[in-house]
């Protein structure tokens, strides 16, 4: 029998790279679960004052009415892309009922300036201020 | 370390110790969707007491209890872990006189408990005791679950692959007793009788949006069956 090297090492190299991606979409399932949390209390405060000035009363305001889960894809288990809200229900009388995730934001900036930027762009006109109050102090 | 002669240690060890990640992965998504069940019981409980409260014009205590299967990664087809949640709101809303009541909506049935008669601290023009609708409490419930469970899976071998049919079949029936009792005692002393129990017998079933429910009239009549089946081939 040829002796086997280090093959303990490499068959643990091989399937600590599927426990890590089964980490990472782990990970995702929660971080959705995060945002689903996060969408829901944001769309509870928004129809607060609906529930209580309600006038019919004939049924309360509830969840089901306004909220629906943001669908559990395999593009957010794989890519961490959140889909939209499945309904019109993401909208409450014109006001968005969920919010955006932290990329959204950063692409939503991207799609405002018109140009690809890294997020850390965004800070620069405090560098500038810096650099006019350097200037104003010489 | 002496390793000649070991083949597939590792494989070997994370075979005994894989499903033990397992276990702990299943564990943190089952806690992730129980914060989530939660949240969202505690939230719509607010809104059924705003709404009551509106309605009735008094305190109104109310309680949601819904029973849910959560994703289990141990878990067999359509036999989700059945899990119950609970959320509870209090609130004064009245105008005048106010009323007080207490409500539980278990599921999609909601039940107002019984009211009795007590005297007040308060004293009418007479000298005798005011004396007001109470409703009881509950000090305990129990929980009784029946569920049936049939799974099969079928495979149909032909030239170019296998072709598999899994179908699972689920009734489920919930049967919860809320054991109530009431303060005779005035003010802050405490003489309790006993209530009469309140029972709630419900069923599952699958509505019209395609979502598993427990309600009491889907236990009028034959018990509703849901079930649930996939198909899948594999070529060669």
């Given at each position: 029998m040829v002796r086997e090297r280090a093959q303990v090492t490499l068959e643990a190299c091989l399937i600590f790279v599927a426990i890590v991606l089964f980490l990472f979409g782990i990970m995702q399932v929660w971080l959705w679960?995060?945002?689903?949390?996060?969408?829901?209390?944001?769309?509870?405060?928004?129809?607060?004052?609906d529930a209580g000035n309600n006038p019919d009363r004939e049924a309360p305001i509830l969840?089901?009415?306004?909220?629906?889960?943001?669908?559990?894809?395999?593009?957010?288990?794989?890519?961490?892309?959140?889909?939209?809200p499945e309904t019109l229900k993401g909208e409450y009388n014109g006001l968005e009922t969920s919010i955006r995730t932290y990329k959204e934001q950063v692409a939503d900036r991207r799609n405002l300036a018109g140009q690809k930027k890294r997020f850390s762009d965004y800070h620069k006109p405090k560098k500038d201020n810096q650099e006019e109050r350097d200037n104003s102090e010489e | 370390m002496h390793l000649h002669g070991k083949k597939a240690q590792a494989t070997t060890e994370l075979a005994i110790f894989g499903s033990l990640i397992l276990v702990i992965f299943g564990a943190l998504l089952s806690y992730g969707q129980r914060l989530n069940e939660e949240q969202a019981v505690t939230m719509d409980a607010f809104r059924y007491a705003v709404q009551?409260?509106?309605t009735d014009n008094g305190f109104v205590d109310y309680t949601v209890i819904k029973n849910k299967g959560l994703y289990d990664l141990m878990g067999s087809f359509l036999n989700p872990q059945s899990s119950s949640f609970s959320g509870n709101a209090s609130i004064l809303w009245a105008k005048g006189e106010s009323d007080s009541r207490s409500y539980y909506r278990v599921n999609d049935d909601e039940i107002?408990?019984?009211?009795?008669?007590k005297d007040t601290d308060q004293d009418d023009e007479n000298g005798d005791a005011v004396k007001k609708d109470t409703p009881v409490e509950v000090w305990d419930t129990e929980t009784?679950?029946?569920?049936?469970?049939?799974?099969?899976?079928?495979?149909?071998?032909?030239?170019?692959?296998?072709?598999?049919t899994q179908s699972a079949e689920l009734q489920d029936r919930i049967t919860l007793v809320l054991k109530t009792r009431?303060?005779?005692?005035?003010?802050?002393?405490?003489s309790y009788v006993d209530a009469d129990d309140v029972v709630v017998e419900q069923c599952l079933y699958r509505d019209e949006n395609g979502k598993l429910r427990y309600s009491q009239a889907a236990c009028s009549g034959a018990q509703p069956t849901v079930t649930k089946s996939q198909r899948w081939r594999t070529a060669w």
């Amino acid at each position: 029998m040829v002796r086997e090297r280090a093959q303990v090492t490499l068959e643990a190299c091989l399937i600590f790279v599927a426990i890590v991606l089964f980490l990472f979409g782990i990970m995702q399932v929660w971080l959705w679960l995060d945002v689903n949390i996060a969408d829901r209390s944001h769309s509870f405060n928004l129809t607060r004052l609906d529930a209580g000035n309600n006038p019919d009363r004939e049924a309360p305001i509830l969840l089901e009415d306004y909220y629906t889960a943001r669908p559990l894809t395999e593009d957010t288990v794989f890519n961490g892309e959140f889909s939209p809200p499945e309904t019109l229900k993401g909208e409450y009388n014109g006001l968005e009922t969920s919010i955006r995730t932290y990329k959204e934001q950063v692409a939503d900036r991207r799609n405002l300036a018109g140009q690809k930027k890294r997020f850390s762009d965004y800070h620069k006109p405090k560098k500038d201020n810096q650099e006019e109050r350097d200037n104003s102090e010489e | 370390m002496h390793l000649h002669g070991k083949k597939a240690q590792a494989t070997t060890e994370l075979a005994i110790f894989g499903s033990l990640i397992l276990v702990i992965f299943g564990a943190l998504l089952s806690y992730g969707q129980r914060l989530n069940e939660e949240q969202a019981v505690t939230m719509d409980a607010f809104r059924y007491a705003v709404q009551r409260a509106g309605t009735d014009n008094g305190f109104v205590d109310y309680t949601v209890i819904k029973n849910k299967g959560l994703y289990d990664l141990m878990g067999s087809f359509l036999n989700p872990q059945s899990s119950s949640f609970s959320g509870n709101a209090s609130i004064l809303w009245a105008k005048g006189e106010s009323d007080s009541r207490s409500y539980y909506r278990v599921n999609d049935d909601e039940i107002e408990l019984q009211r009795i008669e007590k005297d007040t601290d308060q004293d009418d023009e007479n000298g005798d005791a005011v004396k007001k609708d109470t409703p009881v409490e509950v000090w305990d419930t129990e929980t009784q679950d029946v569920t049936h469970y049939a799974e099969n899976t079928a495979k149909a071998e032909d030239g170019a692959g296998i072709t598999t049919t899994q179908s699972a079949e689920l009734q489920d029936r919930i049967t919860l007793v809320l054991k109530t009792r009431f303060n005779e005692a005035k003010g802050d002393n405490e003489s309790y009788v006993d209530a009469d129990d309140v029972v709630v017998e419900q069923c599952l079933y699958r509505d019209e949006n395609g979502k598993l429910r427990y309600s009491q009239a889907a236990c009028s009549g034959a018990q509703p069956t849901v079930t649930k089946s996939q198909r899948w081939r594999t070529a060669w």
